[in-house]
């Protein structure tokens, strides 16, 4: 959605939608699926530009990294944003960035986006690592067999047969 910042003067501009993206367009690892996207915000004029205020809510379903069961989690989350013109942006040299320029966007002309908006705050909400649950015991390195659902008679310690030769050194034994 295109939203003309030089309209807004004196009335903010407000939309609500629901979007969709599918997961993989996200290029997430953990990410297997995403539910319809509920986004909604306003626009409104500021001193140095404008100020653009949104929420989100979805569903998102991640695959556990230990045992690969699909995990769903619900996400309700806030962007704000100062919108300035690119003009304003510092250019000399190079510049530390503090915490508060992570809320600045600076844009080209009069248009605004927010589908790029949306986009990147879908994937900041993507947690690193989400586990089915925290006592999860993963897939057994050696049949497969998900730990969590039952035991399985592997033997644990498997030792790479290079590697066969030292168990015994130290005891004498060569």
Same mark, same amino acid.
């Given at each position: 959605?295109l939203i003309r910042?030089?309209?807004i003067?004196?009335e ?28 909604? /915000?306003?626009v ?5 530009g404008?100020?653009l ?10 695959a ?10 619900v ?5 704000e ?5 690119r ?5 000399l ?12 966007l600076?844009v ?18 993507v947690p ?9 015991r /993963?897939?057994?390195?050696?049949c497969?067999?998900d ?7 592997c033997?644990?310690?498997q ?16």
């Amino acid at each position: 959605m295109l939203i003309r910042l030089a309209e807004i003067i004196d009335e903010p501009f407000r939309w609500a939608e629901t979007r969709s993206f599918a997961a993989a367009s996200l290029e997430s690892d953990q990410l297997v699926g995403l539910g319809p996207i509920s986004w909604s /915000g306003e626009v409104t004029q500021a001193a140095t530009g404008h100020l653009l205020v949104g929420r989100l809510g979805y569903e998102q379903q991640l695959a556990c990294p230990r045992c690969l069961k699909p995990t769903t989690i619900v996400v309700e989350a806030e962007v704000e944003l100062l919108i300035q013109p690119r003009s304003s942006e510092p250019t000399l040299g190079e510049v530390e960035l503090e915490e508060e320029d992570l809320s600045i966007l600076y844009v080209d002309g009069d248009e605004l986006d927010i589908e790029p908006i949306l986009r990147e705050q879908l994937q900041l909400n993507v947690p690193m690592r989400q586990l089915c649950r925290e006592d999860c015991r /993963g897939l057994c390195p050696i049949c497969g067999g998900d730990r969590n659902d039952e035991a399985c008679d592997c033997e644990e310690r498997q030792v790479d047969p290079r590697w066969e030769v030292l168990r015994n050194f130290g005891r004498g034994k060569h």
